[in-house]
């Protein structure tokens, strides 16, 4: 059964960064396109971005283009979102997902991400 597992978030004041980190476990985590979501307090989950099988193609929400990073080692089943110069609207819980999808994945729907892990917390303070 395939899990994923984020871990890395906490309290951070304004400008400064986090690194979240999502490891996977029994799958083939080289096959599957990996995205990051996020999810305020009584608000929709929110696409964040989406990096491709092979790590060569990623896309990212007009809201953090510039300010964070996706990455992945698939050597390690890892899956990476840095953040940089983060905002207090950043402030959610966020998870990673997993998607079949091999091509579009700029316009990949939520939907189409069928594993997600438990979230973790994201604060930043004003």
């Known amino acids: 059964q395939v899990q994923l597992v984020e871990s890395g978030g906490g309290l951070v004041q304004a400008g400064g960064s986090l690194r979240l980190s999502c490891t996977a476990s029994?799958?083939?985590?080289?096959?599957?396109?990996m995205g990051w979501f996020r999810q305020a307090p009584e608000k929709d989950r929110q696409f964040v971005a989406v990096i491709s099988s092979t790590g060569g193609a990623t896309y990212y929400a007009d809201s953090v283009k510039g300010r964070f990073t996706i990455s992945r080692d698939n050597a390690k089943n890892t899956l990476y979102l840095n953040m940089n110069s983060l905002k207090p609207e950043d402030t959610a819980v966020y998870y990673c997902a997993r998607t079949p999808v091999k091509v579009g994945l700029a316009d990949v729907d939520i939907s189409e991400f069928d594993i997600w892990g438990q979230g973790t917390q994201v604060t930043v303070s004003s």
């Open positions: 029994g799958g083939i985590f080289s096959l599957y396109a």
